[in-house]
Structure formats: C-alpha cells, structure tokens
C-alpha cells in the first residue's frame, strides 16, 4: 500500500510539474508576440538586436538597435527559474500560485530588462568598436507598436554635437 502512495504522490508532484512548464511557456509565448511580432513590424524586437550585431560584423556606418530588444531573453530566464524552484520545492498550484508565479516571472524579467538591456547591448556594441550616439536615437511607430531605438556609431566623428 504505501508503494501505491508514492505513485500517487509522484504523478501529482509530475503533474504540477507540468502545469508550471505549461505556464512558463505560455507566458514566454505570449511575451514574445506582444514584444517581439508586434515590435518586429517597426524593426524592433529581438529581432532588432540580430540584425544589429549582424551590421556591426558586416562594419556598417550606423547601427540601430532597439533598446527592450533582449527582454524575450530576460523573460526565458525568469520563467526557466520560477518554473525550477516550484518544481524543487514541490509548490501546489491554486489560483494564488498560478498568479504568483506568471507576476513573478514578467516583473523579474521587465526588472531584469531595465537594469542589463540596455547594458548589455552597449556592451555587444563596443567589442565591434561601436559607441552610442545619443543625439541620434529616435523613436519609431505608435500605440502599442512603438519602438525606440538606440543608435551606435563606427566611428564618433559620424556622431553630430550635441
């Protein structure tokens, strides 16, 4: 009887285990269609950063890159990790972990974003030998398909004064 009761017990543990990996990738899914599909149409995304990194090998002049272009990565990370530790600590889902858990995983990742995108891009940016030029970022679209890109330079003198 109590081999029945660990059975019992690993198929809940296996099914929370995959209702969290169901939640995980949907929101992942969901953040990247309204970030990236819909930011995509006005180069933005991370599609953005791609074809930016792609520019700078190829040594092009100017280089725009959209600043949120690395939050799909950010949100891919914070859900990999909430999903982890509620499959580790064994968490029940109800209504108020399934909430926790899809608030947790979009705040670290917008918290994550805003504190090493912008960071990190400029960071992709100068191993190619890039330097922003802030006078010229400009913004592009509107509503909800607004992106706003951040410009990189080859050479500072292609940068006008500001």
């Given at each position: 009887m109590d081999t029945g009761e660990r059975i019992d017990?690993?198929?809940?543990?296996?099914v929370n285990a995959m209702m969290l990996g169901t939640i995980g990738a949907g929101m992942v899914v969901f953040s990247f269609i309204i970030n990236d599909v819909?930011?995509?149409i006005n180069n933005g995304?991370?599609?953005?950063?791609?074809s930016g990194?792609?520019?700078?090998?190829?040594?092009?002049?100017?280089?725009?890159?959209?600043?949120?272009?690395?939050?799909?990565?950010?949100?891919v990370l914070c859900y990999l990790i909430t999903t982890g530790i509620?499959?580790?600590?064994?968490?029940?889902?109800?209504?108020k972990t399934v909430y926790f858990f899809v608030f947790s995983g979009l705040a670290g990742a917008v918290l994550l974003d805003n504190l090493a995108g912008a960071r990190l891009i400029a960071i992709a940016a100068s191993r190619h030998g890039y330097t922003r030029c802030i006078t010229r970022?400009?913004?592009?679209?509107?509503?909800?398909?607004k992106v706003w890109l951040n410009d990189y330079v080859l050479r500072q003198s292609d940068c006008p004064l500001q």
């Amino acid at each position: 009887m109590d081999t029945g009761e660990r059975i019992d017990d690993f198929v809940d543990y296996q099914v929370n285990a995959m209702m969290l990996g169901t939640i995980g990738a949907g929101m992942v899914v969901f953040s990247f269609i309204i970030n990236d599909v819909v930011h995509s149409i006005n180069n933005g995304g991370i599609f953005s950063f791609v074809s930016g990194v792609q520019s700078m090998q190829a040594r092009a002049a100017r280089v725009d890159i959209d600043f949120a272009s690395l939050r799909i990565v950010f949100v891919v990370l914070c859900y990999l990790i909430t999903t982890g530790i509620g499959i580790l600590f064994r968490i029940v889902l109800n209504k108020k972990t399934v909430y926790f858990f899809v608030f947790s995983g979009l705040a670290g990742a917008v918290l994550l974003d805003n504190l090493a995108g912008a960071r990190l891009i400029a960071i992709a940016a100068s191993r190619h030998g890039y330097t922003r030029c802030i006078t010229r970022d400009h913004m592009i679209g509107v509503g909800k398909g607004k992106v706003w890109l951040n410009d990189y330079v080859l050479r500072q003198s292609d940068c006008p004064l500001q």
